[in-house]
């Protein structure tokens, strides 16, 4: 019987993970994130991002914030970057880790080219600042 408290289906693959909220003995209570995998490097470990809109009273229009949340993904969940996941609140599983991922619900459209976006704008940012330390050190050179 899982250790949930909301209406979830278990998964159907079986795993020996102690801290797997359907197969070990990990209680999840607490908040609910659903949010987007945008990292898995880490053992067991899944970084997913959390959007939510911020009202500014000043300028009478909303803005985006995120939230980086890590979480547990148990095996037999196995979520994969770009997943639509969600995740509830357990005891805390290492010094940053408080959530465990319960749910897989689907894909994100366009996850690939946003990643692929983001790292093309970091590219030529560094490129920029290049070429200007570059352009200083030609005036240095040309003073002196």
Known sequence: MPKIVL??????????DENCPFHGSLRCRGRTFIGTIISTKMHKTAVAESVRKH?????ERYE????KIKAHNPLCIN????DIVRMMECRPLSKTK???????????KGFKERIEALEAAKFKETKKELEKEE?????AAGES
């Open 135 to 139: 352009g200083e050190e030609q005036d």
């Open 7 to 16: 209406d979830v289906k278990e998964p159907k693959e079986k795993c020996e």
């Open 98 to 108: 408080n959530f465990v991922i319960i749910e897989k619900m689907g894909k994100e």
């Open 55 to 59: 009202y500014i009273k000043k300028y």
């Open 64 to 67: 985006k914030r995120r939230t």
């Open 79 to 82: 979520a994969k970057e770009g």
